[in-house]
């Protein structure tokens, strides 16, 4: 059974950090691009950052570039992958998403149950 079980999300307060992280099972996720998607109340949801399977390359949207980073680790049983959530603002509040895509991160094959995020001012 294919699982992506994330953790870390809470509140914070503006301009503190939250670390992300996301474990993936059921399969081979190594050769998987992995990411990270958001979605607050009422909007729709929104790419946030991608990794491909080998690291070799990671994508951060610009609202939160030089805020927030992604990372992976392949291991054996699971691929777990980890965003950084810096400096973090208001307007971060939201539902995070992990995701795993067997191509590019944003045509997403499966998804996690999401965790939340809540910036406090």
């Known amino acids: 059974q294919v699982r992506l079980v994330e953790s870390g999300g809470g509140l914070v307060q503006a301009g503190g950090s939250l670390r992300l992280s996301c474990i993936a099972s059921g399969r081979t996720f190594g050769n998987y691009a992995m990411g990270w998607f958001r979605q607050a109340p009422g909007k729709e949801r929104e790419f946030v950052a991608g990794i491909m399977w080998d690291s070799s390359r990671s994508i951060i949207a610009d609202s939160v570039k030089g805020r927030f980073s992604i990372s992976r680790d392949n291991a054996e049983s699971a691929v777990s992958v980890y965003l950084q959530m810096n400096s973090l603002k208001i307007e971060d509040t939201a539902t995070y998403y992990c995701?795993?895509?067997?191509?590019?991160?944003?045509?997403?094959?499966?998804w996690g149950q999401g965790t939340q995020v809540t910036v406090s001012s």
């Open positions: 995701a795993a895509a067997g191509t590019i991160i944003f045509d997403v094959d499966y």
